[in-house]
């Protein structure tokens, strides 16, 4: 794709210079009080049709499968299109989009990279995470790791990851309403994140996994019909021509023939290009180990359904992203840079302006009609995407940390009085289940029992915290690029999630010891190099723009702490005082690769 792009622009580029200044600028496209009343009705349509839905299907099963995997009984297309409709996220509408129209070449490597991950997730993930665990990631390491500090290191960074998806979504929220009131008040944005933090944590702690996926399935749709829509109207609007598109978009850029080439946004010192390299790491590697992603694969009821969806679900992620290209130039070429920067320093509102121009400008009905509508989509993406992460790290929480970590204590307490009483001679008494069913499981590995239920409630509880937790976080986050939002969430998970889980799956000596040095020697890593970075201090978009203690130069961290991560787990594993268990590992071997004893 990226020769494609390159040959296309390249062809474009030797027109720019000659047509760059034969067409007049484009009339500023502000949306007007027009627009509010109509945008508004469809707003309140789509949270009243997802309340619906949730009420609806949260009566239909309160057990732990229910809440966790939706029952497990979605079929491969409608769990790819859910999969498609997590992954399709705000960054994806509105910050991709906007990161093209902004900086053109380097914004459509944004999603190239986007794209790519989902061919290390169907490679090397699907069906073996599909057939090694029951809910979480933590599931597939306690399978051959069974140790509390293993659950709770990785729970806790999934719960890290997801809340700083949970951020980047709420922010682009909150341009979206602001947008649509027509006013720049941070009063506004604030009551907007306010409330879709509520209502995520309604559709959660009401639905579970069974709504949230029917959310994303309708979410998907109507993003997807919306994209085709727009990408329909653009290219009869050049008649056809995308590289009239493309020099129009140049020419409105104020860039020139630079906003057709490489580093327009990452080239201009070695340390950008370093970044943009960091960056694209993180994209490729950071899908495979997404929480709301990898709970995704445990809603089919076989590994053979979760490949067959992540095969649907490239399928519809890349026709999106070949779309978002042509809207990000549209955006350029029709509103210009310099209005979508205006109307959102970061671009997060150039799909909605484009949709305003398409449909006939302001003070239109098309316009209007059409802005309202690609406004709610919007809407009905950011709520959808909240939906599954806080299900993800909710989950994470009560099933990880609470209950395999916490929870487990007096069950090791227990299993030390029955090796005592083993040893005297003593007879010890069977551990049964709810059903009355004898059982033995492992420290750190909770199973099915009267327990799960006290899990739903848990997980009910820490929707609420984490929801409040990202609605704090996001009020100090509001000018920040969504997409870029997306890129930090993503180095953190290639950073502490992948590495223990490619361990996990393919080192038979891997260890305890190597998963919790491998999580924490990427997250701390990532956590603190962002913290450092020019994300949180040091410029004028900064989170704190008026201090600055900023040492590391990069605004993505991928670069150094997913190799990190993959080196402290394997340290950890060689200097383990205790060997890899042979047996174990088998018995994940056979499992991820033949489904036989699968939940």
């Known amino acids: 794709m990226t020769s494609v792009m390159t040959t296309l622009m390249t062809g474009a580029v030797r027109n720019t210079v000659t047509t760059v200044l034969t067409t007049a600028t484009p009339p500023p496209v502000a949306p007007t009080g027009d627009h509010h009343s ?34 497990r009984d979605f079929t491969p297309l409608q769990n790819g299109f859910a999969l498609s409709g997590d992954y399709l996220s705000a960054a994806s509408f509105l910050g991709v989009a906007g990161l093209i129209a902004l900086y053109g070449y380097d914004g459509v490597l944004y999603s190239i990279g986007f794209l790519v991950a989902w061919l290390v997730v169907l490679m090397l993930v699907a069906e073996l995470v599909r057939n090694a665990g029951r809910y979480t990631l933590a599931d597939v390491l306690a399978l051959r790791l069974r140790r509390r500090k293993v659950r709770a290191a990785a729970g806790g960074a999934s719960v890290v990851v997801t809340l700083l998806y949970l951020v980047a979504q709420m922010v682009g929220a909150g341009s979206l309403v602001a947008l649509l009131l027509g006013t720049d008040s941070p009063h506004a944005r604030t009551w907007t994140i306010i409330a879709v933090g509520a209502l995520m944590i309604v559709y959660v702690t009401i639905g579970g996994m069974r709504a949230t996926t029917w959310i994303q399935i309708i979410k998907a749709c109507l993003l997807t019909a919306g994209s085709v829509l727009l990408t329909v109207l653009l290219v009869v609007r050049f008649h056809g021509d995308l590289g009239e598109l493309m020099r129009q978009a140049a020419q409105h850029s104020g860039a020139g023939h630079r906003y057709l080439e490489p580093g327009l946004k990452y080239g201009h010192s070695f340390t950008s290009r370093l970044d943009f390299f960091s960056l694209g790491l993180a994209l490729v590697l950071g899908t495979a180990g997404l929480p709301h992603i990898l709970s995704r694969f445990y809603t089919v009821p076989t590994a053979r359904a979760a490949r067959r969806s992540t095969m649907w679900a490239i399928g519809l992620v890349g026709g999106f992203y070949l779309m978002a290209i042509v809207l990000g130039l549209g955006a350029t070429a029709l509103v210009g840079s310099a209005e979508v920067r205006h109307a959102n320093s970061a671009g997060n509102t150039a799909v909605p302006l484009l949709a305003l121009v398409l449909g006939g400008g302001n003070g239109s009905t098309g316009g209007v009609v059409l802005f309202a509508l690609i406004s709610a989509i919007a809407f009905a993406t950011i709520l959808a995407v909240v939906a599954g992460l806080t299900l993800a790290s909710s989950a994470a929480f009560a099933h990880d940390i609470w209950a395999g970590a916490w929870r487990t204590r007096p069950r090791r307490a227990r299993a030390a009085r029955a090796r005592g009483r083993r040893r005297r001679g003593e007879a010890v008494p069977a551990t049964r289940s709810a059903e009355g069913v004898a059982t033995s499981r492992s420290a750190g590995e909770p199973g099915p029992g009267a327990g799960d239920q006290q899990e739903v409630v848990v997980a009910r509880f820490a929707a609420g915290g984490i929801g409040a937790a ?37 080192w038979s000596r891997f260890t305890a010891r190597g998963a919790v040095w491998s999580v924490y020697g990427g997250l701390v890593p990532a956590i603190v190099l962002v913290f450092f970075s020019p994300v949180v201090s040091g410029t004028k978009v900064a989170l704190f723009p008026g201090v600055d203690f900023h040492w590391f130069p990069l605004e993505n961290p991928g670069i150094v702490s997913i190799p990190l991560g993959f080196l402290a787990g394997w340290i950890g594993t060689i200097t383990s005082p205790e060997p890899a268990d042979a047996d174990r590992f088998a018995e994940l071997e056979v499992r991820a690769l033949t489904g036989a004893g699968a939940a």
């Not at 299907?57 to 995997?69: I, L, T």
């Not at 996001?474 to 889980?501: C, D, E, H, K, R």
């Open 38 to 71: 109509l945008a508004i009705v469809l707003f309140a349509v789509v949270v009243l049709v997802t309340l619906g839905i949730t009420l609806w299907v949260g009566r239909q099963g309160n057990a732990a499968e229910d809440f966790y995997a939706g029952g």
């Open 470 to 506: 990202a609605i704090v976080i996001s009020l100090y986050a509001q000018q920040l690029n969504v997409a870029f939002l997306v890129g930090l969430a993503f180095a953190v998970a290639a950073s502490a999630n992948l590495p223990v889980l490619l361990y996990s799956l393919f």
